[in-house]
């Protein structure tokens, strides 16, 4: 699976950004697709996750309320929307694949294995 997340730039604090991830190469055999992001010297954390077939999805606590995911099958796109931005979610924001046999909304990194470029959000205050 080759995957391309865009749409990152720079939001004041309290905006709103959409970034986007296209998805190629069998994502039908994928369960899901996720987003993560890596703030400047921190670790790379779950954002959410979403089931391909349902919609159904999973957030972190930090962004839960906040930012949405949603997904257009017709496109093999996956979107992250993000609301009432705070300078703390400044990262590069990465989507990923899971593993073929993971047929769960995980949270672990080590589950996924194809993952897409990273794109730059940056929340100015």
């Known amino acids: 699976v080759q995957l391309q997340a865009y749409g990152g730039g720079l939001v004041q604090a309290g905006g709103s950004l959409r970034v986007s991830c296209a998805a190629s190469?069998?994502?039908?055999?994928?369960?899901?697709m996720g987003w993560f992001r890596q703030a400047p010297g921190k670790e790379r954390e779950f954002v959410g996750s979403?089931?391909?077939?349902?919609?159904?999805?999973y957030y972190a606590d930090s962004v839960k309320g906040r930012f949405t995911i949603s997904r257009d099958n017709t496109k093999n796109t996956v979107y992250l929307q993000m609301n009432s931005l705070k300078p703390e979610d400044t990262a590069v924001y990465y989507c990923a694949a899971p593993k073929s046999g993971i047929r769960w909304l995980s949270p672990k990194e080590y589950e996924y294995d194809s993952w897409g470029q990273g794109t730059l959000v940056t929340v100015s205050s």
């Open positions: 979403i089931r391909w077939s349902s919609g159904t999805t």
């Open positions: 190469g069998g994502t039908f055999s994928r369960y899901a």
